[in-house]
């Protein structure tokens, strides 16, 4: 079992930036792939971007790619996103995940992040 919090969500302005971390419990975070999802009011939830159990590799859909960077410490149990350039459409409630290697199977409570124009 592991548990994840979300933190750093807000209120920004276009163009602006915030920083997410989601902090896990338990001593196999280092083992596990993380990933960032998103679910904006009456839409599905969004896959964004994963970090390999390293953070050697990293994958972002073109929706984030470029504007956004995934990163982990695994000293720190943590998994953080950097969001650049938000834009009102990056306006969801964002929440991280385990994959334990055949799917995402432990997720976070989510955190609000509100891009004003």
């Known amino acids: 079992q592991v548990q994840l919090v979300e933190s750093g969500g807000g209120l920004v302005q276009a163009g602006g930036s915030l920083r997410l971390s989601c902090a896990a419990s338990g001593r196999t975070f280092s083992s596990y792939t993380m990933g960032w999802f998103r679910q904006a009011p009456g839409k599905e939830r969004e896959f964004l971007t994963h970090i390999t159990s390293s953070g050697g590799s990293t994958y972002y859909t073109d929706s984030v790619k470029g504007r956004f960077t995934i990163s982990r410490d695994n000293a720190k149990n943590t998994v953080y996103l950097q969001m650049n350039s938000l834009k009102p459409e990056d306006t969801a409630v964002y929440y991280c995940?385990?994959?334990?290697?055949?799917?995402?199977?432990?997720w976070g409570q989510g955190t609000q992040v509100t891009v004003s124009s």
């Open positions: 995940a385990v994959h334990d290697g055949a799917r995402y199977v432990y």
